[in-house]
């Protein structure tokens, strides 16, 4: 009989070596792919960007665009989400025992990425990404789209600007879709055609239709930055 879950060990390692160290983005299509033909439940696989046996990954690469891009990915892609306390705070610490810093003299619920991470579970929760499947949308090496329900998360591993038009979309023309980190000056409508995907300075997105309770109430993050 097959274990009932296990943590996703082989993507942790897809996941460092694409958006700590540039790796191509169709290693994660890859790892998916020979995934899918060894475990009876691919999404019954525990997620995780970090944990307490390995080097934090802002100790591999400090660029935090990166490791949110990262984040992003390893909360909203496969698998059941594990999220390593202190990366909410940006802890750097490198190998065992420095990748277990002390979180109670250190909590800051205003955070950056303690912020950020909010938005992403919000959005999770409004979505219920977890009753639908994951669809792969768009990938280039330096560029990894996918979508469940009415989800689309974009990424990126580059701090250089990605400007792709996505034709395969969870949504029909004339749906208004926005930016959950920028939902006020970044909203489109979904033509015949699709829609651009632009990443700038290794940031990532994620879109719901404007529809979604998620924008009854919301704080974009410039605003957070001014409080």
Known sequence: PALTALFNYPMYFTIKNVYAYGHSMFEIRQQYDTENGTFTDVDALGSFVDNHDNPRFLSLNSNWALFKSALTFGMTARGIPFFYYGDEQGFNGGNDPYCRESLWNAMNTNADIYQYVAKINKARKSAQIWNYPY??????????????????????NSLNTVNVQMPYLPWPAGTTVCNIFWPTVDCLTVSSTGMPGVLMNGEAKIFLPKSNPYFNSVVEESEMHLQ
Do not use: H, I, P, W
């Open 135 to 156: 669809v792969e949308r768009y990938v280039l090496q330096n560029f990894f789209a996918f979508s469940k329900g009415d989800m689309l998360v974009m990424t990126t």
